[in-house]
């Protein structure tokens, strides 16, 4: 909703879902239930960081959603956000915290860094062998980028510059995670066992040496 005024090109994030009428209907839906879950069970409702101590942020969120909803749920006879409702999503960093949703992280997977169409035969448990006709600062391609924080991927977690937990990466986009999952929650674990094998962009898992941290 933040980014409403900037999806004025199909390329951008996010645009087709702003102007999907069916999935922005399921979604008030669901927070039509999450609301009522909450009048059961406070626990249920999501936290949200607010400037004012009074304010109802889902009601201002399910208004605001409404009012996108109501421009598209024809898809015969959609129209544009009126100025009045992309000012008010506008407004929204200055009555909530908003998080950022730069969740992947540098793209410093193996795949992406070998420059070289020769082939490359790598094997768990045994060290990285480079061939001949690599240069010795293409060794790089192994470790991780210097200097940024890390970010458990799949559980959306800190895991800061160095991380002390064991962790495995994509070898195609970079994503990290941790090999042992904190969680205890059986509905995580099973969220988790969905990306044993593969990340989620589908590349493969690769265990991290604590030599290249």
Not at 140 to 150: E, L, M, T, V
Not at 171 to 185: H, Q, V
Request: aromatic fraction near 8%; glycine fraction near 6%.
């Amino acid at each position: 909703m933040v980014n409403l005024s900037l999806q004025g090109s199909p390329v951008r994030p996010g645009f087709s879902f702003l102007r999907d009428g069916t999935s922005l209907g399921m979604l008030r839906e669901l927070m039509v239930v999450i609301r009522i879950w909450g009048l059961l069970k406070p626990g249920c409702l999501p936290i949200y960081t607010a400037t004012s101590d009074t304010q109802d942020s889902m009601s201002l969120l399910f208004r605001l959603l409404t009012k996108l909803w109501l421009c598209c749920r024809d898809e015969n006879h959609m129209s544009e956000p009126d100025d009045n409702l992309i000012d008010e999503c506008c407004l929204l960093p200055s009555q909530l915290l908003v998080p950022s949703m730069d969740w992947l992280p540098v793209n410093d997977g193996i795949i992406s860094k070998l420059q070289s169409k020769q082939p490359l035969k790598l094997q768990f448990g045994k060290p990285v062998s480079v061939p001949s006709h690599f240069a010795t600062t293409q060794l790089d391609i192994f470790a991780r980028s210097p200097g940024y924080q890390k970010m458990d991927n799949l559980r959306r977690l800190n895991l800061g510059v160095c991380p002390t937990e064991e962790t495995k990466s994509c070898t195609r986009c970079g994503c990290n995670t941790m090999l042992k999952s904190p969680n205890k929650s059986t509905a995580v674990k099973q969220w988790e066992q969905r990306w044993i094998k593969n990340c989620l962009c589908g590349g493969l898992w690769r265990k991290f040496p604590i030599s290249l941290a």
